[in-house]
């Protein structure tokens, strides 16, 4: 039985898997072209994806793209971000800040 100060226990990955997916879904950007929003969305996967399988390189190789891309020089080549596009990738990346995976797995610490 749990009592009312006690917590469920859920991984901090899982909760941030759960705040990303939320994030996605709280705030809409109707801005967004089709072709921007599928863009948006491959960002946020490659995140979650890292997440999931607690892959530090990977998700720190997402984080970096999704600052690149929203916070680098317009590439070269295609058209340039539109500003709808910088604000869902500025808020993605707000969103991912905090996202940490523990340099060791949490069932090493219980050995």
């Given at each position: 039985m749990m009592h009312s100060t006690e917590q469920p226990t859920t991984s901090p990955a899982l909760a941030w898997a759960h705040h990303l997916s939320a994030a996605a879904t709280?705030?809409?950007?109707p801005?967004?072209?089709?072709?921007e929003a599928l863009r948006v969305q491959r960002y946020r996967d490659q995140l979650l994806a890292a997440l999931q399988a607690h892959?530090?390189?990977?998700?720190?190789s997402a984080k970096?793209?999704?600052?690149?891309?929203?916070?680098?020089?317009?590439?070269?080549?295609g058209p340039p971000a539109s500003a709808a596009l910088r604000s869902a990738l500025r808020?993605?990346?707000w969103h991912m800040a905090i996202v940490?995976?523990?340099r060791h797995p949490t069932s090493a610490l219980s050995h």
């Open positions: 709280t705030h809409p950007a801005d967004l072209s089709d072709a892959d530090r390189a990977a998700l720190h970096q793209a999704v600052l690149r891309a929203a916070y680098g020089p317009p590439g070269t080549s808020d993605l990346s940490l995976l523990p």
